[in-house]
């Protein structure tokens, strides 16, 4: 299993940027994807950006692409996900997870159940 933690949630006001990171252990060829996921009060929990570790591509859900960029520091093992131009709708608990992917299509990506390993999440609030 890959141990991940993340942190650098904050609260920041409309229009603002924030960076958050997720460090994690080793992961063997059982991942081959890493990605976060937000879960905004009262609602479900749903895919924000993805990167395939073997390609190093990056997949988004519409409502961030342009806005948020997920990327990736190998050598010190850490995820981050930069966020720009935030808005009020932006405010969840943010996780970050680990899992393998049959196909590196977004359809796939999106789905929790394609995870097994996440974090304990970190909270984003926008005002």
């Known amino acids: 299993h890959v141990q991940l933690v993340e942190s650098g949630g904050d609260s920041v006001q409309t229009g603002g940027s924030l960076t958050i990171s997720c460090v994690y252990s080793?992961?063997?060829?059982?991942?081959?994807?890493l990605a976060w996921f937000r879960q905004p009060p009262g609602k479900k929990r749903e895919a924000v950006a993805a990167i395939y570790l073997n390609r190093g591509t990056q997949a988004y859900n519409p409502s961030v692409e342009g806005r948020f960029t997920i990327s990736q520091d190998h050598a010190k093992k850490i995820l981050y996900l930069k966020m720009t131009s935030q808005k009020p709708d932006d405010t969840a608990t943010y996780y970050c997870?680990?899992?393998?992917?049959?196909?590196?299509?977004?359809?796939?990506?999106?789905?929790?159940?394609?995870?097994?390993?996440w974090g304990q999440g970190t909270q984003v609030t926008v005002s």
């Open positions: 080793d992961y063997t060829t059982t991942t081959n994807t």
């Open positions: 997870a680990a899992g393998f992917l049959a196909v590196y299509i977004w359809g796939l990506a999106a789905k929790e159940s394609e995870y097994s390993d």
